[in-house]
Antibody, heavy 118, light 107 residues
């Protein structure tokens, strides 16, 4: 079954760190660029970051550059997002998504909620 | 950064009627525009890519058009399952950006 499944969200204090994971199955993960997209409560979608198929290249949104790190382990079919120095504005559902062609998203996970609160 | 402006913010439509949603970009994105559908508590679902190509499994009542800076998503005859939020996304330039969404609600 072709699917993505995120994990690792939760309630975290400001300034702390968190690592999100996204397990992929049913498709050739190692051949595909992968993304993280987030959605704050009641708000629209915001693209966060992309990693190339082999992990050699990453691009980040300006809003997260320097605090977020996207990576992947193609031997385990897992995508990661490391978030440091969490801020209240990072509170959102984080989705992993498969990129296609020039990077639209044809497969999404169910999302994992990150809540930054003291 | 390319800004996407969707209109209207909310569209009230009766089942069986036609819905027309607009997405305008702050600079040309050629045909590199996608549309997504999202229902409450669910992940987005790809409907349209390349401005007008339907994704796998998307019913023919969904159609997309436009190029450059003006795009339209049309739902020819709304079904109960179509009441949702629709977002456009450009993938012509980095960073990738989304519109704010149009909520299609039951009239």
């Amino acid at each position: 079954q072709v699917q993505l499944a995120e994990s690792g969200g939760g309630v975290v204090q400001p300034g702390r760190s968190l690592r999100l994971s996204c397990a992929a199955s049913g498709f050739a993960f190692r051949n595909t660029a992968m993304h993280w997209v987030r959605q704050a409560p009641g708000k629209g979608l915001e693209w966060v970051a992309v990693v190339s198929y082999d992990g050699s290249d990453q691009i980040y949104a300006d809003s997260v550059k320097g605090r977020f790190t996207i990576s992947r382990d193609n031997s385990k079919n897992v995508l990661y997002l490391e978030i440091n120095n969490l801020k209240s504005e990072d509170t959102a559902v984080y989705y992993c998504a498969r990129g296609r062609q020039r990077d639209y998203f044809d497969l999404w996970g169910q999302g994992t909620l990150v809540t930054v609160s003291s | 950064e390319i800004v996407l402006t969707q209109s209207p913010a909310t569209l009230s439509v009766s089942p069986g009627e036609r819905a027309t949603l607009s997405c305008r970009t702050s600079q040309s994105v050629n045909s590199n525009l996608a549309w997504y559908q999202q229902t409450p508590g669910q992940a987005p679902r790809l409907l349209i890519y390349g401005s007008s190509s339907r994704a796998t499994g998307v019913p023919a009542r969904f159609s997309g058009s436009g190029s450059g800076t003006e795009f339209t998503l049309t739902i020819s005859s709304l079904q109960s399952e179509d009441f949702a939020v629709y977002s456009c996304q450009q993938y012509n330039n980095w960073p990738l950006t989304f519109g704010g969404g149009t909520k299609v609600e039951i009239k």
